[in-house]
């Protein structure tokens, strides 16, 4: 298992970098032809999407990923893969002949107004196109073809970003970002189901999708429960300080969540990779093992970003962006500990999604009071100190559930010394060191402790390190020599 981990991680990672870097480069661009206002309506229809891909679709991926591993015969795979497809396409359009009559409703409750409902329109189009890629591009992780995977997400992103800038230099403003993801969708769409082709057929098994439905049906809370907790700040924002300030709120949001280029890659080999080996005794040592890898480098990454915040919006933006700055240092870990839920998998092995969907909605719940207390106080530095303070209740609670039912080894003691090492140094970064050459320095010399703390502490060994460059060197060896 840890050997096809590796390897998939590895293409599942490259295709993340890949895209997150497109969608980097795009921000100095967007920045300088749509205000903080206009990222702001991005924003909350990105909000929007969120929770109707999870009521339209009623997480019929997620089982997907569960039943179809352990089907035994070539045609019930068949079955769980069709009956998913079809299942997503009808309720889809469903929701877009809906959503397109009740489009100005939609533009004054998201935006103010209905002077926008013409950008609803085409959103709602995108969410379409985006939610059958979505159920499309998962079956290719349940196949575990990796490469086709990152494939179909390079594709999308490129397209997809590239097309938006065109519709949005040519003076389409919001409405071309999403024009553009219509375009990079029906790209994505055609690459899965190019690969996907002896995959589907045009049935739905009524038993199949009852039996999905029935192993779905409480994860529907529970992600958005998810959703509420990643999303009520923006939320929140926009309904009391407004789009403007969400706009400075999504432009940091945007920078701390490179730090997820760690959870995609790693979430997309490993989540099929443990339904599929969970059985095996060495399962969870592997897992723990992972698991340090993973909070090293996010650790290591958020350390980063949390320091030199300031400086990296300062390149990427124009100065009416600079107030964003402020969210990262918050967000970067709380991004990470969002995504630590792979890491838990006991409830999903045990099939005990009514667990998940009970935390995941206390930690909204939570997320909601914070968010509500915060943010007339401190502003959006409130609303990403209630993020951060929720992720982490519903991180320890998902971790303490999990090991009941799957134990896993971790080493508890020396992933709590380095995770309070790292928020020592962001702190005395952020607020002590002067901004210039010095501060710079000084941020610098911070992020190499860190990251040697990683090493000192245990919690990566000393051997692993050797290990991991020696691989990295016999790679470029053989890529330069491929005789030898």
Known sequence: MLRAFVRDSLVYGLATVLVRAVSILLVPVLTRLLAPADYGAIDILAVFTGFVSVIVSLEIVQAVARFYPDSTSRDDRIGYASTSLWFAVIGYTGFLMVGEALAPQIAWGLLGGVDR????????????????????????????????????????????????????????????VFAGQIVGASAGIALSLGALRTEYRAIIDRAKLRAMLAFSAPLIPSSLGVLVTLYIDRIAINTLLGLSELGLFGIGYRLASVVTLLSLGVQSALTPLIYTHHRAGETPAAIARIFRFYVAGTVVVSLGLGLFARELLAFLTTPAYAGGAVVVPLLAPALCLSGMYIFAPGPSIAKRTGLIAGINLGGAALNTALNLLL????????????????????????????????????????LGVVVAAAAALVAVGWWLVPVGLVGLTVKGVFLVLGSALCVSTG????????????????????????AG
């Open 117 to 176: 409902t013409d950008v609803v329109r085409i959103a709602l189009v995108a969410i379409w196109g985006n939610g059958v890629f979505y159920v499309a591009q998962s079956q290719l992780r349940w196949r575990l073809l990796a490469r086709q995977y990152a494939v179909s997400s390079i594709v999308y992103s490129v397209v997809s970003m590239g097309t938006a800038v065109l519709f949005v230099l040519a003076g389409s403003g919001v409405g071309g």
């Open 375 to 414: 943010i007339p106080a401190l502003g959006i530095f409130g609303a990403a100190a209630a993020t951060l303070a929720s992720s982490s209740v519903v991180f320890s609670a998902n971790m303490m559930v999990s090991q009941r039912l799957y134990p896993v080894p971790h080493d508890w003691r020396a």
């Open 459 to 482: 919690l990566i060994e000393r051997a692993e390190v050797v290990q991991a460059f020696e691989a990295v060197y016999l790679r470029l060896r053989r890529t330069r020599n491929p």
